[in-house]
């Protein structure tokens, strides 16, 4: 498990990588925090990111599963994508996100 402080406005965002049954290389690490730690462009008060990654057995197409959790100050938004490759499903997990924050934030402006 990895888990990495990220400031930025004064606003700490921990990013928690779990890969299940299996150990996630460094590349695939640092992709995933590259990526999540871009959402907060979208959304700067994020507190924290959990993701866990899962190999699906049996080994067929699309059994790589990706899930991230976001702690919002207002709440939390989550996404889970299946792919080819965990990059994928990472992007695929993350345009979703985006959506949700979009929305999230829209409902903070009309309060």
């Known amino acids: 498990m990895l888990i990495l402080e990220l ?3 004064e606003v700490i ?5 779990q890969a299940i049954n299996f150990d996630a ?6 992709f995933i ?3 999540v730690t ?19 057995k049996p080994e067929s197409a699309k059994n790589k599963k990706a899930g991230i959790r976001l702690n919002i100050k207002h709440g939390e ?15 695929e997990c993350i ?12 409902k903070i402006r009309t309060k």
Do not use: G
Request: glycine share 0%; proline share 0%.
């Open 38 to 56: 871009k959402l907060q462009k979208f959304f700067d008060e994020i507190l924290s990111a959990e993701v866990n990654l899962k190999v699906i």
């Open 33 to 35: 925090q590259k990526k």
């Open 7 to 9: 400031k930025k406005k």
């Open 77 to 91: 938004c989550f996404a889970e994508k299946e792919s080819d490759t965990f990059e994928e499903s990472i992007d």
């Open 13 to 17: 965002m921990e990013i928690r990588i």
């Open 25 to 30: 290389s460094e590349q695939l690490e640092a």
């Open 95 to 106: 345009q979703a996100l985006e959506k949700q924050l979009a929305k999230t934030k829209e």
